[in-house]
Protein backbone atom coordinates (compact mmCIF):
# COMPACT_ATOMS: atom_id res chain seq x y z
CA UNK A 1 0.00 0.00 0.00
CA UNK A 2 1.53 3.52 -1.19
CA UNK A 3 0.43 6.91 0.84
CA UNK A 4 0.53 9.50 -1.91
CA UNK A 5 1.98 13.17 -0.39
CA UNK A 6 1.98 16.30 -2.35
CA UNK A 7 5.24 17.61 -2.89
CA UNK A 8 7.06 20.14 -1.87
CA UNK A 9 6.88 22.62 -4.56
CA UNK A 10 3.00 22.27 -5.02
CA UNK A 11 2.55 23.37 -1.69
CA UNK A 12 3.82 27.13 -2.32
CA UNK A 13 1.19 29.66 -2.18
CA UNK A 14 0.28 31.48 -5.42
CA UNK A 15 1.00 34.94 -6.09
CA UNK A 16 -1.86 37.49 -7.65
CA UNK A 17 -1.84 36.69 -11.23
CA UNK A 18 -0.68 33.50 -10.81
CA UNK A 19 -2.61 30.00 -11.93
CA UNK A 20 -3.05 27.46 -9.65
CA UNK A 21 -1.77 24.08 -10.60
CA UNK A 22 -2.51 20.93 -9.35
CA UNK A 23 -0.24 19.51 -6.55
CA UNK A 24 2.16 16.61 -7.53
CA UNK A 25 1.83 13.59 -6.03
CA UNK A 26 4.82 11.39 -5.15
CA UNK A 27 4.16 7.84 -3.48
CA UNK A 28 5.75 6.42 -0.59
CA UNK A 29 5.31 2.61 0.92
CA UNK A 30 4.53 2.55 4.34
CA UNK A 31 8.35 1.04 4.94
CA UNK A 32 9.67 4.15 3.35
CA UNK A 33 7.74 6.57 5.35
CA UNK A 34 8.35 5.08 8.96
CA UNK A 35 6.59 6.44 11.82
CA UNK A 36 4.01 8.57 10.10
CA UNK A 37 0.62 9.74 10.84
CA UNK A 38 -0.87 6.22 9.83
CA UNK A 39 1.08 4.76 12.65
CA UNK A 40 0.91 7.67 15.07
CA UNK A 41 -2.91 7.06 15.00
CA UNK A 42 -2.95 3.67 15.70
CA UNK A 43 -0.80 4.41 18.84
CA UNK A 44 -2.91 7.11 20.17
CA UNK A 45 -6.24 4.78 19.97
CA UNK A 46 -4.14 1.87 21.91
CA UNK A 47 -3.24 4.48 24.28
CA UNK A 48 -6.78 6.16 24.67
CA UNK A 49 -7.96 2.57 24.87
CA UNK A 50 -5.82 1.75 27.72
CA UNK A 51 -5.65 4.90 29.47
CA UNK A 52 -9.67 4.95 29.75
CA UNK A 53 -10.30 1.44 30.64
CA UNK A 54 -7.61 1.79 33.32
CA UNK A 55 -9.72 4.80 34.56
CA UNK A 56 -12.81 2.91 34.70
CA UNK A 57 -11.34 -0.14 36.27
CA UNK A 58 -9.32 2.20 39.14
CA UNK A 59 -12.59 4.29 39.68
CA UNK A 60 -15.08 1.28 40.08
CA UNK A 61 -12.22 -0.31 42.38
CA UNK A 62 -12.52 2.93 44.22
CA UNK A 63 -16.35 2.91 45.02
CA UNK A 64 -16.66 -1.10 45.85
CA UNK A 65 -14.17 0.33 48.77
CA UNK A 66 -16.61 3.51 49.64
CA UNK A 67 -19.07 3.25 52.34
CA UNK A 68 -21.86 5.27 53.70
CA UNK A 69 -21.37 7.56 57.04
CA UNK A 70 -23.49 6.48 59.55
CA UNK A 71 -23.82 9.92 62.01
CA UNK A 72 -23.42 7.84 65.29
CA UNK A 73 -22.20 10.64 67.57
CA UNK A 74 -22.97 14.57 68.32
CA UNK A 75 -21.27 17.17 69.82
CA UNK A 76 -23.30 18.59 72.68
CA UNK A 77 -23.16 22.16 74.42
CA UNK A 78 -20.49 20.95 76.79
CA UNK A 79 -18.13 20.15 73.45
CA UNK A 80 -18.78 16.16 74.28
CA UNK A 81 -19.62 13.68 71.74
CA UNK A 82 -22.79 11.80 72.65
CA UNK A 83 -24.19 8.62 70.82
CA UNK A 84 -27.33 8.53 69.16
CA UNK A 85 -29.31 6.18 68.47
CA UNK A 86 -30.52 5.83 64.76
CA UNK A 87 -34.27 4.72 64.62
CA UNK A 88 -35.85 3.26 61.42
CA UNK A 89 -37.16 6.32 58.87
CA UNK A 90 -40.43 5.42 59.39
CA UNK A 91 -40.49 6.10 63.30
CA UNK A 92 -38.94 8.95 63.10
CA UNK A 93 -41.54 10.28 60.76
CA UNK A 94 -44.51 8.80 62.76
CA UNK A 95 -42.97 11.36 66.05
CA UNK A 96 -42.78 14.29 63.59
CA UNK A 97 -46.27 13.66 62.51
CA UNK A 98 -47.27 13.29 66.17
CA UNK A 99 -45.32 16.54 67.15
CA UNK A 100 -46.85 18.26 63.97
CA UNK A 101 -50.70 16.91 64.92
CA UNK A 102 -50.28 18.44 68.64
CA UNK A 103 -48.93 22.41 67.24
CA UNK A 104 -51.79 24.77 65.95
CA UNK A 105 -51.66 25.52 62.16
CA UNK A 106 -49.75 28.73 63.17
CA UNK A 107 -47.18 27.23 64.68
CA UNK A 108 -46.63 24.44 61.96
CA UNK A 109 -46.18 27.31 59.62
CA UNK A 110 -43.66 29.31 62.39
CA UNK A 111 -41.84 26.31 62.86
CA UNK A 112 -41.58 25.65 59.16
CA UNK A 113 -40.08 29.60 58.58
CA UNK A 114 -37.39 29.07 61.56
CA UNK A 115 -39.54 30.92 64.48
CA UNK A 116 -41.05 28.12 66.77
CA UNK A 117 -40.42 26.32 69.84
CA UNK A 118 -40.20 29.43 71.55
CA UNK A 119 -41.28 27.34 74.68
CA UNK A 120 -38.04 25.07 74.09
CA UNK A 121 -35.44 27.99 74.23
CA UNK A 122 -32.88 28.12 76.91
CA UNK A 123 -32.05 31.96 78.57
CA UNK A 124 -32.31 35.24 76.35
CA UNK A 125 -33.81 35.50 73.26
CA UNK A 126 -30.48 36.21 70.48
CA UNK A 127 -30.76 38.87 67.82
CA UNK A 128 -31.36 36.78 65.00
CA UNK A 129 -34.03 34.65 66.61
CA UNK A 130 -36.11 37.79 66.83
CA UNK A 131 -35.67 38.67 63.26
CA UNK A 132 -36.50 35.39 62.11
CA UNK A 133 -39.96 35.43 64.44
CA UNK A 134 -40.50 38.77 62.63
CA UNK A 135 -39.62 38.16 59.67
CA UNK A 136 -42.28 35.17 59.95
CA UNK A 137 -44.65 37.20 61.74
CA UNK A 138 -44.67 39.58 58.37
CA UNK A 139 -45.67 37.15 55.87
CA UNK A 140 -48.67 36.95 58.16
CA UNK A 141 -52.02 39.14 56.95
CA UNK A 142 -53.66 39.57 60.44
CA UNK A 143 -50.19 39.85 61.69
CA UNK A 144 -49.84 42.45 59.73
CA UNK A 145 -52.72 43.88 59.86
CA UNK A 146 -52.70 44.50 63.78
CA UNK A 147 -49.10 46.31 63.50
CA UNK A 148 -51.33 48.21 60.42
CA UNK A 149 -47.96 48.35 57.80
CA UNK A 150 -47.48 46.59 53.96
CA UNK A 151 -45.39 43.71 53.62
CA UNK A 152 -42.37 45.42 52.08
CA UNK A 153 -42.36 47.82 54.82
CA UNK A 154 -42.73 45.61 57.64
CA UNK A 155 -39.88 43.54 55.93
CA UNK A 156 -37.81 46.66 55.47
CA UNK A 157 -38.13 47.38 58.99
CA UNK A 158 -37.32 44.48 60.29
CA UNK A 159 -34.12 43.97 58.42
CA UNK A 160 -33.32 47.42 59.50
CA UNK A 161 -32.91 45.46 63.22
CA UNK A 162 -36.98 47.47 64.94
CA UNK A 163 -38.83 43.82 65.62
CA UNK A 164 -41.13 44.97 68.48
CA UNK A 165 -43.30 46.66 66.13
CA UNK A 166 -44.73 43.19 64.99
CA UNK A 167 -43.74 41.05 68.11
CA UNK A 168 -45.99 43.28 70.12
Do not use: H
Request: aromatic share 6%; glycine share 8%.
Amino acid sequence: MAIALPAAESLAFVGEGQKLQQPKQTSITPSEAGPGPASIASDENSRRTFLSSSAMALTGGLFSFATTANAKYILNDDGDYEEVLEEDWQTTWKQRLEKAQSMGTEEVFNAARGAGNLDLREGEETESARKRRAMSACRNKDYRAKASVNEKDCNMRVMAGETDFILS
